[in-house]
Structure formats: C-alpha cells, structure tokens
C-alpha cells in the first residue's frame, strides 16, 4: 500500500477511499457496499483465505472494477483457490517479490527443486511467496556461516558482519542488504493469467532490479514521509 500510494499518486492519481478489515473476515459484504462505483481500480492487500473470500463474494455481487494486488494477493495460495476468486483475478496487475513465469535459470531450478520435494496434491503448484522468502534467508543464513567457519564466538559478532556485507543469488534475484538491514533486491510487476491447463499464474510484466526501502527517493526525503499507517502515505507528490 505504501509503495502504491507513493506513486501512484505522485504520477497524479488520486485514492477516493481506503477500508481497512480485521484478519480473518468472512463476511465482506459491508466491505463491499462501501466501495464506489466510480473507480477506475481497486487495490487489494488480502492474501491466502481472506483474499478468496473477498474475491468470491466481490465477484458473486456483480464487482466490475479492474484489480490491482500485493503481493500476497497474486501467491499461489490464492491463484490456487477454487471459486469465483479465480475469475475475478484474471488481468490483476501486482508487484511482488517473485513471479511464476520469470524465466530465469536459478528461478526454474527452485521450481523444480519444489515441485520434486512433494506430490503434486500435497502442494501448490510452483512456489509461494513464504516458500520462495525462506529459502531465500536460510541461503543467506548458511552462506554467511561458511564464510566464517560457524565462528558465533563474541556474541554471533562475525556473523552479524557476514550477513550485512554479502549478497546472495537467491531463486527471485540477488538480495543484499543496505545499512538499515532493509533488503535491496528484485521486484517484478505481474499481470494474472491463465496457464492452458485450468489454472492462474503471474505472469511477468516487468523485472525492476536492486529496489531499495526508500523506493527511488533520496533518503531524506523518504524518512521525512514517515513510517506507514492506515492514513500515512497521504495521496500527493512528495
């Protein structure tokens, strides 16, 4: 939502309304109801169970707005889901850490890494945005060790310094790190489509690499936004 608002809004967009629901809702139609008519998009920060039940009850109540998604809405928990959901996510455009179709060596060697592990009705199709994130730390985690020998004396202080100063070839791109310890690391923009065999993946728009915590803006201007919040970024040009 942060990044989104950010600019969007600095290209001259404008946000008519924003409605925050607890974890867990089931019953969106209130939710619903609320939305204008007159949007051009709505942008949908729900993932795994709450994303579905939105989708499907936006989509059983006659919703025409074009959709945008974080990137927890366009994981295969979600893509997977049965339902009207999957009708409604057809032509999502999302940014995310990952896409399915990214055609990328190390990228479909983790597919398939994945999709070897377990039958096919034990899993999601190719990997989810949690499974593609720990790997992708666990990696950093032994590569700093085997640079410093499993060395954790003085309070795990080798470690620390191995971590902040490496960089690794993650599965969605290398990661490093910056002086805040935020990730500096590959975004995609995706559009939802359907794969030919009944199902949803995100299909890759655009590859936008080393993306920083401060989104392009020169760092004290983005801490002068200030941290998010439900009302925080306001919709303008910073």
Request: charge should be negative; charged fraction near 20%.
């Given at each position: 939502?942060?990044?989104?608002?950010?600019?969007?809004?600095?290209?001259?967009?404008?946000?008519?309304?924003?409605?925050?629901?607890?974890?867990?809702?089931?019953?969106?139609?209130?939710?619903?109801?609320?939305?204008?008519?007159?949007?051009?998009?709505?942008?949908?920060g729900l993932g795994g169970?709450?994303?579905?039940?939105?989708?499907?009850?936006?989509?059983?109540?006659?919703?025409?707005?074009?959709?945008?998604?974080?990137?927890?809405?366009?994981?295969?928990?979600?893509?997977?889901?049965?339902?009207?959901?999957?009708?409604?996510?057809?032509?999502?455009?999302?940014?995310?850490?990952?896409?399915?179709?990214?055609?990328?060596?190390?990228?479909?060697?983790?597919?398939?890494?994945y999709q070897d592990a377990?039958?096919?009705?034990?899993?999601?199709?190719?990997?989810?945005?949690?499974?593609?994130?720990?790997?992708?730390?666990?990696?950093?985690?032994?590569?700093?060790?085997?640079?410093?020998?499993?060395?954790?004396?003085?309070?795990?202080?080798?470690?620390?310094?191995?971590?902040?100063?490496?960089?690794?070839?993650?599965?969605?791109?290398?990661?490093?790190?910056?002086?805040?310890?935020?990730?500096?690391?590959?975004?995609?923009?995706?559009?939802?489509?359907?794969?030919?065999?009944?199902?949803?993946?995100?299909?890759?728009?655009?590859?936008?690499?080393?993306?920083?915590?401060?989104?392009?803006?020169?760092?004290?201007?983005?801490?002068?936004?200030?941290?998010?919040?439900?009302?925080?970024?306001?919709?303008?040009?910073?």
């Amino acid at each position: 939502v942060f990044g989104l608002i950010l600019e969007y809004c600095g290209l001259g967009g404008q946000v008519t309304s924003r409605q925050w629901v607890p974890l867990g809702t089931k019953d969106f139609a209130s939710t619903i109801a609320a939305l204008p008519d007159d949007v051009d998009a709505i942008y949908l920060g729900l993932g795994g169970a709450d994303a579905v039940n939105f989708l499907n009850q936006y989509q059983q109540a006659g919703g025409k707005a074009h959709l945008m998604g974080g990137s927890i809405m366009v994981d295969q928990t979600v893509l997977s889901a049965k339902g009207d959901a999957k009708k409604a996510m057809i032509g999502t455009i999302a940014s995310s850490g990952m896409a399915d179709t990214w055609d990328d060596a190390g990228w479909k060697a983790f597919v398939k890494l994945y999709q070897d592990a377990t039958p096919a009705d034990k899993r999601l199709p190719s990997p989810g945005l949690l499974a593609t994130n720990y790997y992708g730390s666990t990696m950093a985690l032994f590569q700093a060790l085997n640079t410093i020998n499993g060395d954790l004396s003085d309070n795990q202080s080798k470690l620390k310094a191995a971590l902040a100063a490496q960089t690794i070839d993650a599965p969605n791109g290398k990661i490093s790190l910056d002086e805040d310890r935020q990730a500096i690391g590959t975004n995609f923009v995706t559009e939802v489509v359907e794969d030919g065999q009944g199902g949803l993946v995100s299909k890759v728009v655009k590859v936008i690499p080393d993306v920083h915590q401060t989104l392009g803006y020169p760092r004290d201007v983005f801490l002068k936004i200030g941290p998010p919040s439900r009302t925080n970024p306001e919709c303008k040009k910073y």
